[in-house]
């Protein structure tokens, strides 16, 4: 048997020139194990992300902290990154580490899911976090026409260790990634929450993603 659960809560802070708020998300998990009439009894924090997000100096400048405890690891920074609005829902211009337009489900935040967990295809394609640059349009938001062009490492956000206590992400050689996404969505879709709780008329959306090394 085995059960989760999920529990997500937040505040508001403001500091001169910065707006912001602070969110909690944990999912809990419960496993339980019978064998020769006996029980044995798991119980694990699967995941726990503490959040500051808000906006700087600007309504078009934001920015997005994310810390993560994943089984029990250390602590590891998940999202560092600053978002510019050019132009409302037409050009944005994203920079620092978080997920890489690739990969709806990977997208979607895992408060977001419909299940405890991904599916375990989701690790095929390498889709995740990575340091880079992106051009966008607010494709989170589910637009009409999304799109989302970006360079990064190519190293993703996992710490490389060359020397005891020497751990960096940033990858010895440079390599970069370049990655796309193009996707077309019909009706008032929240194309990356995959819990529908408001129901309404139909609605889908479809997109396609590429990447490639540039050397």
Known sequence: RRFSGGLIRGGHISVDGF??????????????????ESDEVNFMIRRLRITLKGHAFTDDLTYKVQLGWDKGESPALKDA??????IDGVLHVRAGQYKKPFNRQQITSSGKLELADRSITDKTYHAGRD???????????SPTVEYGVGVYN?????????????????????????????????????????VDFEGGEP???????AQTRLN
């Open 81 to 86: 990154v600053v978002d510019y609005r050019v």
């Open 154 to 194: 190519g190293s993703g956000d996992e710490l490389v260790f060359t020397a005891p206590g020497d751990g960096s992400n940033v990858p010895a050689f440079f390599d970069p990634l370049l990655v796309a996404r193009l996707g077309y969505n019909f009706g008032k879709l929240k194309g990356y929450s995959e």
């Open 203 to 209: 609605r889908f959306g479809v997109a396609a993603n």
């Open 19 to 36: 707006v912001g708020g602070v969110a909690t998300e944990a999912a809990v998990r419960e496993e339980m194990a019978r064998e020769d």
């Open 131 to 141: 340091i880079g640059l992106t051009v966008h349009n607010d494709y989170e938001k």
